[in-house]
């Protein structure tokens, strides 16, 4: 440990700040004084507010990161690969392979905020257990014979299930089928990253037989998934979803739910031909997990979303039937298991084919924009 | 507007992302058909977790910020060359020169999340208003003269003084003395800008007389500065303070307070000698500003912080006497004004002076780690 | 309107109060000022606290209210006979009949919070609309064919089902089988009587055509009636639930979970061979209605609950087997339908028949306590 | 402990129930067959609703409790001369004398939910430690010796101080002065009583000669009572005020604030002429109790309130100056000290004296209503 007195000033190495004079409007005429000005900012690692203010407060969120589209067939194949050259084992911990924004200077990262991967297990594999501070969830787009194993309970893994993941539960993966299996992993990575909040822990290399059990419920589900109903042994609210899996079967009826409402004349909709459906924390009414928010959007065959932009960013997968989604002004021709990032307060709009309609997985950052008030949506049409 | 088709994959420029085989434990071993993998994972824009996940996710927060200390005198006399050198106005904004943590590559931020500035004006100048969604507050280690006007109530700043500052909130500063006249800003704009929700509008260039006036206490002292007590016409919770001063006063009598409570033998100090008060939204009872927590810690002659670590990070700035002040590895010396920056998961520890004492205001973002569940500390002794 | 000179004192009228000397241990002497000095305070309508202190400020509650039994079979007679001769319309309103505690003065309160009443409606038989402040809900013991009209919404009513009805909502019923129906309607009419803060609106005399369709599921079933999925288009947290009917195929299955749990050496029971669920609001996992606390338990065949008293009083119903249950120094061995009062700080065990084993619908005033941080629980055994 | 098989049904007794046929409009036809009913409702302790839904449903609150004015000229009479006639002891605990509304039987209940004493100690008196569930405040008209002793911390009491007592805290008086001294207790020992919700406990007889000190500021202020500040050392949400004294000085400048912003032209003052500040715990920003609400009012020379009626009742004490309240069809003149109840939903208007002006202290129940999401008010002009 070493002690400075109060002066002479440290730092003799080169400083990190690079000032440069401008003439550009609202900027201090240069000059020599100001040139030395600058000299002196520099050596004491300071940075002037005019300078800088224009990129650092702008008038609304003009986002780093680009939309972009990935291809789940390109994704699915390039998994497939890793599949059968990379294992699975402690060190590298899972076969998951991130999205990485074109814009984001080559970091895994979907979004500043979002991580976004395509996980893949061989048959017999074992992911091993581990726990993180960092909130995560599987969604399931297609295939079936992979457990995942949260605090020593199996829960099954099937098309269009959704398993949300609280931070700092222990979990590991085995694929029990004799197929591969792919699913996309979602956390708040970068984030954590940014905010330097992360935590993580080694577990068992090895789980007992009995946890690598393959129930078709697990015991979260059982205590947890009934309607409405709450376990008066468990009682207290609790910050993350204590509800391991939300079933295809009950978020398809839900969303078919809407719709006849609507053609009935009911409400229940979000616009016309649009379902959607959030996953929540039923202990406490809120978003399954206390960063991310999570939602199942349907588009009746030929309908569309309005389009709107909110603070914050979200990554879309495509689950079923196809369509057109656009955000800003890019736009792709999307099919099932296509992803796409909207970044903070770029416009998002997406148009069902007029045949199959349009199912839609989604997962955004709302829930911390919400929390510190910071959240804000516009409609545009 | 362009549109694309689901096939073949866009992207024909240089891929952001570049992936290196490498023979570490843990990786897979390198081979052509891995390093033709990895190709593809470049061509589609893709990264792999197991190459990354020691940086990602580590077993606790290791911040790229540094430790760091800026002394007052070296600050205060570039301010005062800028306040000869740089006109304040409209697009500039402010004569605020921020903190420039030497391991964050030359931005002006203080940590990965915080802001922290020197503001200077100059007789009879006037900072224009506008209002941003940023949260931010003024802190007056010393001198008087300015007034800093908010929503069309002026608000005094004088030594000591605490003025915390709303996100959305239209603000401007005049100084109605004859001295130039510096403080300390605090906001959260790294913060927004990793998150990517800044919204900024300009406001009036010229405030009118009314709202140019020189009060000693401002219209919202006058109706919540009032201790437990609420005004009946303004009942509602309010997700950042209405009081828009907290008053030296004040602040140091709540400290002494507890050093004599301590004296008696009674509780109230944080731990022996060492009292402190936490800025709070009266509406609430929460800190006072939904990203910012801000503090006044006051040290006995002779006595010592407990060391603690937490996640999330913390600037301090001396008040008054002076000690030493470690941050992990590094110590100094410090005394009236000096600034010291404390990154996430880092041990911080003070001493004060055997013969003054010291007193430290202490700003963070603890509020966005506890509304989202990420909040740890360990007092390590 | 009469206005009244500030003395002399009014009030030529027998005063109400009443105050006698007592020579009790703590009691001042009885002389004949302290008897002049109580006709001055019968005078002005004063009563000291010395003459009242042990039965305002008991130790621990004790509830004017009694243990008591009442038989199903015994109310569904004599409600059956006023189906007969007591017809429903809009002034009675309901065909509704109350349980009385025989300790609360011939009121028609179960508790001195709790109204518990057997409603009963005939075939093709319409109760009209209206509204109330009151919160309400309604279980149903056994048979089917009467639906409830909540809002224009019909909800099916079947043996097992509970159906919450949030105060101020409009609603109705109609008999739309062959045969009589019952059904327990719990209310806090007590606590709104104690506390003066009913409101109640007749609606319209007759339903539309299409409010009195029988489907088999209600609009607010198909919109939250799945677990843990939240409509987006309606997001906001209500303090009552929306969720219009908790099926028993729901109900039965959960309680079923938890034993299975049990016997698989898993958490989920309350206690050994007691499962319990509560009813609750989607929106923000609290009790369904904001006073009112409603459960459903299971008692495996011989098993028993814990011994418990708490703050506030409850109501049970025997929904199927049978078994004993004691409440205070009180036991009876109850079946099918029999309804149960437990009042303040009773103790209360129920003990299951050892063929049968016992299911018991419970609500109680519980979250009115817990609002107010006044609730207490003690486990005797 | 007594077993009663299932049938026959018990209940020898004469029932308190008694039922009467009835020809109003509404009833069923008076027949020999429902006198036949009516009796076995009677018989099985049973009520129906349509012979007292007007009463227990009213469409809006009709209070059983009646508009009323005490005068303090007699009240402080009586309770001197009590000061003579009655020792203060354990047993009878406190020299408290209750208002009795001369609609609630005797009872010494001010409304339905409140309790509202004079007490009063003579010099050198104790009253003894104990400590109860029921929340209390002292609320102080004049004088001053006496300090409050809570959990310890010697609180002084001096004319227009505010003195809440959360419930469960143990608490003792002394008067340290050479006069006796009067207060006003208010508690909500009626809702407890309806609630059937109380716990009492005895402590020491005797308290240590530190406990009765008699010093100028409590602990409890020297932590607590600094605007906007909390102490670090104690930063949990509590659900009741740790402050244990609201300051006449700081009122009164509260309320001098907000009518001085209204002449400048500024908002601040509930209505025209109508300052009014609630005492709130600064832990929470919410009511100083749980289940009680405290304000002062203040009215500028001739100025008066707006006429408005809330469900919940409250009591009023003149604290200074006078003028005409009118509570329904009632109105009186009051001074200093005189107090007057408003029933639920009466409509309750005040208009001060054109030269004094007139402060007003309030409290009412109102935090239970909206805890319970119960809560109206209509402002009639």
Redesign the interface.
């Known amino acids: ?7 002479p ?1 440290p ?1 003799p190495a080169p ?4 000032l440069a004079l401008s003439s550009a ?4 005429e240069p ?1 020599p ?2 040139a030395q ?1 600058y000299r ?2 520099e050596q ?7 300078t ?2 224009g990129d ?10 680009s939309p ?4 789940w ?3 699915l194949a ?1 998994a497939a ?2 599949g ?4 699975v ?20 990262y979907a979004t ?2 979002l991580w976004a ?1 395509i996980q893949y297990l061989m048959p017999g594999e074992n992911a091993p257990e581990h726990r ?3 909130h995560a969830f599987r969604f399931v787009l297609e295939g079936e014979g992979v457990w995942t194993v949260v605090g020593g309970d199996a829960v099954r893994m099937s098309r269009g299930d959704f398993l949300p993941q609280a ?1 700092w539960n222990w979990h590991a993966h085995h694929n029990a089928a004799t197929q591969p299996m792919a699913w996309l992993d979602g956390l708040d ?1 970068p ?11 080694f577990g068992r290399h090895q789980l007992s037989a009995a946890e690598q059990a393959t129930p078709t419920r697990s ?1 979260a589900e ?14 207290e ?1 609790q ?3 204590p ?1 391991l899996a ?1 079933r295809w079967a ?2 398809d ?2 969303l078919a ?2 719709l ?2 609507e053609a009935e004349g ?5 616009s016309p031909g649009h379902a ?10 809120r978003d ?1 997990l ?2 991310l928010r999570t ?1 199942m959007h349907r588009l009746r065959a030929g309908a569309a979303t309005r389009r709107w932009r909110e ?3 979200s990554v879309y997968q495509v689950f079923e039937g196809g369509g ?1 989604v ?1 955000v800003g ?7 099932r298991g ?1 992803l796409v990032v909207v ?3 770029v416009p998002f709009h997406a148009q069902a084919d007029d045949t199959t309609g349009m199912d839609l997985f989604r997962f955004g ?1 709302a ?3 919400e ?4 959240q ?1 949506t516009a409609v545009d049409a």
Request: charged share 15%; hydrophobic share 35%; glycine share 8%.
């Open positions: 440990m070493s002690t400075t007195a109060p002066t000033s730092a400083s990190p700040v690079t409007p609202g900027q201090p000059t004084a100001l000005l002196g900012f004491e690692l300071l940075v002037p507010l005019w800088e203010i650092l407060m702008p008038p609304h969120p003009r986002s780093k990161a972009h589209c990935w291809r067939e390109r994704l390039l690969q890793a059968e050259l990379v294992p084992g402690r060190g590298g911990e899972r076969r998951a392979i991130a999205l990485a924004n074109p814009s984001l200077g080559g970091r895994p500043p905020t991967a993180h501070s960092q931070g990575i984030f954590a990253v940014h905010t330097e909040s992360q935590f993580f822990e015991r059982r205590l947890w998934g009934h309607p409405g109903l709450r376990p008066v042994s468990q009682p609210p910050p993350a979803s509800l939300y009950d978020t009826r839900a739910d809407q006849a409402l009911h409400p229940g909709t979000l959607a459906v959030r996953f929540t924390n039923p202990t406490n009414g399954v206390p960063t939602e603070v914050g960013s057109r656009t002004d890019t736009a792709w021709t999307v099919a296509d970044p903070s307060w950052d829930p911390i924009y929390a510190l008030h910071l804000r």
